[in-house]
C-alpha cells in the first residue's frame, strides 16, 4: 500500500442553490506520497510538465457527491508535479466542483445548513 498525504484549500465557494441543493466551490487539491522507483541522484526537486502525468500513477482520489466537477486548463491544465530526489511526489491540481448538500429548509430564515466536501480513493 502507498500512504497519501492530502490537503486542500477552498479557493471560493461560487454558487449555493436552495433549490438545486447544492453548492458549487474551487478548491486546491494537493496530493502527496513516495514512489522509490522514481528516485534520482541530486538535491534538487524536478517540477514536471503537467502533461506528464499521464506517465506517472496518481491517486484515484475522487469527491463524494460531486454532480459535475472540472479541472482548469486554461492556457494549460492547472496541475503540478514535482518530483523530490528521495522518490516522493508532489502533484496539485485546482478543480471546480458542482456538489450535492441536502438542506433543511423547514426553519428558514433561521435555519442553519451544514454541507461537507468529502474526497475518497478507490481501492484497486
Known amino acids: 500500500p502507498v500512504s497519501v498525504g492530502m490537503s486542500m484549500d ?9 433549490i438545486n ?3 458549487t ?10 514512489d522509490e522507483r522514481l528516485c534520482f541522484d541530486g538535491n534538487r526537486s524536478l517540477s514536471l510538465d503537467g502533461r506528464l502525468v499521464e506517465m506517472l500513477w496518481v491517486p484515484d482520489t475522487f469527491i463524494v457527491d460531486s454532480k459535475k ?34 438542506m433543511d ?12 466536501l468529502q474526497l475518497e480513493s478507490c481501492k484497486t
Not at 492556457?75 to 450535492?100: D, F, K, M, Q
Open 25 to 34: 466551490a474551487t478548491i486546491f487539491l494537493r496530493q502527496r506520497w513516495t
Open 10 to 18: 477552498i479557493a471560493s465557494i461560487d454558487t449555493i442553490s436552495e
Open 69 to 102: 466537477s472540472f479541472l482548469h486548463d486554461v492556457t494549460v491544465e492547472n496541475r503540478l508535479i514535482r518530483i523530490y530526489p528521495n522518490g516522493t511526489v508532489l502533484y496539485a491540481i485546482r478543480v471546480t466542483t458542482t456538489v450535492s448538500c441536502s
Open 105 to 116: 429548509l423547514t426553519k428558514y430564515p433561521m435555519d442553519k445548513q451544514t454541507c461537507t
Open 21 to 23: 441543493m447544492d453548492y
